[in-house]
């Protein structure tokens, strides 16, 4: 289900794009038709790859992804989860990216090597204020707690987190992390087509390639999903809940298309003095505003 949705959700990003520029877009179901096509193609192993690494990593993102996805179906549709969840999530999501600048790194390629690089210094740019961010919101339950359910059950019975001006700003740095996360512009960096040719995913192909962009569907899916159990009650899948959840997770979506469609592509050094200087500020003016109880 969390592939299918990405996949869509990548036709209206897609979709949205084109009217942007002018262009009619693709029809519904060209992301499942690339897919496919992608399947039934061969894959060709570059000379001098590590051929262990090259193609293993991308199947250690989607699994990540896939767990993540899991979880947070499990806290949001049983209310179950397990001690320290939400460190567990934090680290998987991060697994898809270390696959790419593995996978990029194993396939001998000077060009994907530049986009692996690209890649590691765009997480430890991120990385930091998001955690803040997202512990931000933790430590405005009562009593804190590292378990999603918890956190989910807390939000039903007191209000969304969102209603904090903490929160807010916490939210507002984890949209701007996800965006680096996603590696959607202007955060578009390791992949670059016009510099890098694609970069990380250079190499790949055939259903190779066709597990990368699952993992990035997913991703587009998860992320999301993830924002709003931590700072937005989670999902509510009955009656006019649902239709709630549906427009929660649209307005993300959009938000993250429209900074993509507004946004030139900045350098690797402006990305890593962006998230370490006014993000991480901002990310750190919220858990001050958290702990004076804003």
């Not at 567990?88 to 790419?100: E, N």
């Not at 999902?235 to 307005?251: A, D, N, R």
Request: aromatic share 10%; charged share 10%; net charge positive.
């Amino acid at each position: 289900f969390t592939a299918a949705v990405g996949l869509l959700t990548t036709w209206v990003d897609r979709k949205v794009s084109a009217r942007v520029q002018w262009r009619v877009g693709p029809p519904w179901y060209q992301p499942f038709a690339d897919i496919l096509k992608l399947l039934g193609k061969e894959i060709v192993i570059p000379e001098g790859a590590r051929k262990t690494g090259f193609l293993l990593a991308p199947l250690a993102g989607l699994a990540a992804v896939g767990v993540v996805s899991t979880i947070l179906w499990l806290v949001n549709m049983r209310g179950t989860g397990f001690v320290g969840d939400l460190i567990g999530v934090i680290y998987l999501l991060t697994i898809p990216s270390l696959g790419m600048i593995i996978g990029a790194s194993a396939s001998s390629n000077p060009l994907a090597s530049v986009g692996a690089s690209r890649e590691m210094k765009l997480i430890l740019a991120y990385e930091l204020p998001f955690v803040i961010a997202i512990f931000t919101a933790v430590s405005k339950v009562v009593p804190m707690t590292l378990r999603l359910d918890a956190i989910v059950g807390y939000q039903a019975a007191h209000g969304v987190l969102l209603g904090n001006a903490s929160c807010i700003i916490a939210f507002i740095v984890s949209i701007l992390c996800m965006q680096a996360k996603l590696t959607y512009p202007p955060f578009d960096i390791p992949e670059a087509e016009t510099e890098l040719m694609d970069g990380t995913h250079m190499e790949y192909s055939g259903p190779a390639l066709a597990v990368v962009k699952i993992t990035q569907a997913m991703m587009l899916f998860t992320l999301p999903i993830f924002l709003i159990t931590i700072f937005w009650g989670g999902l509510q899948l009955t009656g006019w809940g649902l239709l709630y959840t549906v427009v929660k997770y649209v307005i993300i979506v959009t938000i993250a298309v429209l900074i993509k469609n507004t946004n030139p592509r900045v350098r690797i050094d402006q990305a890593v003095r962006f998230f370490w200087g006014p993000v991480t500020v901002l990310a750190i003016i919220g858990m001050v505003l958290a702990i004076a109880g804003f």
